[in-house]
């Protein structure tokens, strides 16, 4: 017999060599995470850097004087009435003729985000990698001249780029969300700082993978956000950066790259939010302003980057990428309350669906190009009836896919940009795919900005410049 020692001993190398083949076979045998299709869910930003002290709107660089003449505005992510429909009177070009009129380029640090502009300025939330900080950079919309830009040092790790939202904008006001949640207020015609919030830091929030994709909407001198975390979403008065109403999140839902839309439905406005957990939608006036109205968990996939588009008759569509499909559903009004039907809930190769940009309804119409799990339509621009999106009209067809590229309707026109920076112009037609088109005019790659086309430019981006083309007509 052995003795107890011996016996001890025997045991304990038992231990050591169970635990030896344990982490043999997880090295051959990995837990296979959930999100393991999905580039970038391995490497999520950082929440929080113990030893860094971020000033937000700490530092500003003046560089030009400019005034102009121009009166365009694109004033938030969508536009004003965030449809992504330009309701500029200027007549556009139906071909490139000899080629592109480009007016100016300028360098970016990698990113998505896209400007607004307002009389004769562009203003683009931009990551400066020298600096190591968020900076709002201001330029001329007619030469590209850089006038100034408001900037604060925060660590920046790239993960698919680094900057991607669009700010918001009215006379008094300009407000950036950064990468890492940090709300900036500044004022648009001088560049001085008003206000600064960190979301993270006050409201928990939980920055999204690949940073924030969410961009502020202004609502008068009010800007909506949603932080996710202790409060779903909140209303700051700019003029102070007084927080007057937040939203309570009892379901624990997290920020997404969604960013809040509008809605008024039965006399009633609300904002309509598709977080990581489910789509609310809350009051957004009167005595119950920032109280949810009504919410549904039928479609909560875990990356959701296109936002709600809001249809006719309390109708919301609701699409995400990574094989989410999409949804529509209905809001009606139940009494005093509301509730919500789903009509109907499908499959990327099924119908319409999405992966990054929002799709836009134009003449009772949605147009989107669909995802690259869309089955032999991938990547196609597409036309379908809104009241059934499982019945695609009409498509762009096997010679024109745009892959994540976004577009825009201006003068009864689409301008899609291809993510390789091929730019097509088609006709708005509800009837067929009408090419007029189309131009290489990016040599860059991750072309997937949101366009803006006002006073007669188009603005774009790849993920490391911002372009200006004039498409003026002659």
């Known amino acids: 017999m052995l003795s107890k020692r011996s016996e001890k001993g025997l045991i304990l190398l038992s231990v050591v060599v169970a635990g030896i083949l344990f982490v043999c076979w997880l090295a051959y045998n990995p837990v296979k995470d959930i999100h393991a299709n999905i580039p970038g869910m391995d490497n999520r930003p950082a929440q929080s850097e113990s030893s860094e002290r971020i000033l937000i709107g700490e530092g500003f660089d003046f560089y030009s004087e400019y005034s102009s003449d121009l009166t365009g505005k694109w004033t938030q992510f969508r536009g004003a009435k965030s449809d992504n429909i330009s309701t500029d009177k200027t007549k556009l070009i139906n071909n490139w003729g000899a080629g592109p ?5 300028v360098e970016l640090g990698e990113g998505h985000a896209a400007p607004v502009v307002y009389n004769g300025k562009v203003y683009v939330l931009d990551y400066d990698e020298v600096k190591k900080a968020d900076a709002l950079r201001c330029f001329s919309l007619e030469t590209g001249v850089e006038l100034w830009r408001r900037w604060y040092r925060v660590h920046i790790k ?10 918001a904008i009215n006379d008094k006001y300009i407000v950036t969300m950064g990468p ?13 700082f008003l206000w600064g919030l960190d979301l993270v830091k006050e409201y928990m929030s939980e920055i999204p993978f690949w940073y924030t994709g969410q961009c502020p909407i202004l609502d008068d001198n009010t800007v909506i956000l949603a932080p996710g975390g202790k409060s779903l979403l909140i209303a700051v008065d700019c003029a102070t950066g007084k927080v007057l109403w ?18 008024t439905f039965d006399g009633k406005k609300m904002w309509v939010y598709a977080a990581v957990g489910g789509i609310v939608g809350v009051s957004a006036e009167g005595d119950d302003a920032g109280q949810i109205l009504w919410k549904t968990k039928d479609f909560s996939p875990s990356v959701v980057a296109p936002s709600p588009v809001v249809l006719k008759n309390g109708k919301i569509f609701m699409t995400a990428g990574y094989g989410a499909g999409s949804i529509l559903f209905q809001v009606k009004k139940n009494g005093n309350s509301y509730k919500v039907a789903a009509l109907q809930k499908f499959k990327p190769k099924d119908g319409v669906a999405s992966e990054q940009q929002t799709p836009i309804v134009y003449k009772d119409r949605m147009f989107a190009i669909l995802p690259k799990d869309a089955g032999g339509m991938r990547n196609r621009f597409v036309c379908c009836d809104p009241n059934d999106c499982t019945k695609i009209i009409w498509t762009s067809g096997t010679n024109d ?6 577009y825009i309707v201006a003068d009864g026109k689409f301008f899609i940009l291809k993510d390789d920076g091929t730019l097509t112009i088609a006709k708005a037609s ?9 131009t290489k005019v990016l040599d860059g790659h991750d072309a997937w900005g949101p366009l803006v086309v ?11 410049h911002l372009l200006c083309i004039d498409v003026r007509a002659n």
């Open 401 to 406: 896919r745009f892959g994540l590229g976004p």
């Open 158 to 167: 790239r993960n698919h780029g680094m900057s991607r939202t669009v700010p």
């Open 454 to 464: 006002t006073d007669g430019r188009l603005l774009m981006r790849d993920s490391k």
């Open 246 to 263: 937040e939203t309570p999140n009892p379901d624990n839902w997290q920020m997404s790259h969604s960013s809040v839309m509008p809605m």
């Open 101 to 105: 009129k480009v007016d100016w380029q």
């Open 180 to 192: 890492r949640c940090h709300v900036m207020c500044t004022d648009p015609n001088t560049g001085e």
């Open 430 to 438: 509800t009837e067929k795919f009408e090419l007029l088109d189309k």
